[in-house]
């Protein structure tokens, strides 16, 4: 029998833990079940940490901290979830491993109960093909981390029945996230998106354009971003930032768009993997000091203007290809990664017809499949529309 308050965790990792936290918070009952008992006694110290300093800072007092303690349990056997009405999984990014556990899984819960994925870069359909009811399978892509970010993804698979997709929905926004529908396509919607914001800032440094302080500069004081892309990818870590690029241009079956960057796998590879190795793009040890950059404007425009032509030619195309609906692209990107204006908008406050020329002119000089232009943008020119009016803006 299942409960209607009952959520499984599968994995008490970084993910997992913030999952947990949030469903319980939202009053659910949660079961965190783990192979690794170690794991678990790790995942309990660290929520009775965050929470405590949620009490030291007064946003919650102690008797919301008790409830939410009191509403997690733990199993060390995947049995523990048979209760529940929803598992959310989020162990190692291994489709094997998950697809083992699904299996697993799938004999241990109710058939009404939904399943559901926090992978970033596998395809729902392929872990949905796990279970014997597929239908009742979706993604469900939290970020990190998961009791800050107000974004969460949702993805039904080519399987997923539409009453799966409307009740995964309706819980995660009870439990107080934003959710966006996203197609199930690699990157979904952030990691897809997101991609030029580090790999045109790599192709402007590799270039010797600009060094990589100054393209940091431009982004945060032109352009408006909260970190700049180089000292984002040393805070997010070269090896992760790496593989999620890398992954997303093997899954679109090398589209040049997507190609990653030698001068980031070489960090890889060296170890200089950002701020948690102490070096990366920048150093991190005691008294180092952070290069200065070029502030020159006119340059710092052209950087700015180079990279987000280029995510608001992703975000045009993902409109394009229906992976997610124009609101729900500036929604996605606004709080999944904190961007400063949704892209959409950003297009027409710019100018649809001088994004399409600021991609024209790189596509001219490069003749590179990279710089082809959305023909979404191309159409919104000739037919004189913008992504937020109806209306000919030019009548
Ligand atoms: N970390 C992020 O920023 C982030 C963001 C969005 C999505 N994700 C996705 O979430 C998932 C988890 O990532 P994470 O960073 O929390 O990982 P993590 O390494 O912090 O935690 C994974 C946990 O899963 C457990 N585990 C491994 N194999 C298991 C098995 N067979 N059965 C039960 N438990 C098992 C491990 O003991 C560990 O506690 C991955 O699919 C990842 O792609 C991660």
Known sequence: ????????????????????????????????YDNNTAAIEDSKSKLQKVLNRLVEKGKID????????????????????ADCSLVIEAIVENPEIKRSVFEELDRN???????????????????????SIPERFIGIHF??????????????????????TQTAKSIIDSWGKLTVMAKDTPGFIVNRV????????????????????????????????????????????NDINYTVTETVFNAFFGDPRYRPSFTQKRMMEAGLLGRKTGKGYYDYSEGSQKPEPDTDEMHGHMIVDRIVAMLINEAADALHFGIASRDDID?????????????????????????????DNLFNRYHEERYRCSPLLRDMVTEHSNFYQEESVNS
């Open 1 to 32: 029998m299942s409960n209607h308050n009952i959520a499984g965790v599968i994995g008490s990792g970084t993910m997992g833990r913030g999952i947990a936290q949030i469903a319980a918070t939202a009053g659910w009952q949660v079961v965190v």
């Open 62 to 81: 102690s008797s919301k901290q008790s409830n939410i303690l009191n509403n997690i349990t733990y199993a060390s056997e995947i049995k523990g979830l």
């Open 109 to 131: 819960v109710s058939k009404e109960c939904i399943i559901a994925s926090n992978t970033s870069s596998l395809s729902i359909a392929s872990l949905a093909s796990a279970v």
């Open 143 to 164: 970020f990190n981390p998961v009791p800050l970010m107000k974004l969460a993804e949702i993805i039904p698979g080519i399987q997923t029945s539409q009453e799966t």
């Open 194 to 237: 997101a991609r030029p914001f580090y790999g045109e800032a790599l192709r402007i440094y590799d270039e010797g354009i600009a060094d990589m302080p100054t393209i940091d500069w431009a982004m945060k004081e032109i352009g408006g971003f909260r970190m700049g892309p180089f000292e984002l990818m040393d805070f997010i870590g």
């Open 331 to 359: 929604i996605a990107m606004t709080t999944g990664v904190n961007y400063p204006k949704g892209l959409l908008k950003w297009a027409d406050e710019i100018g649809i017809d001088r994004c399409v020329s600021l991609l």
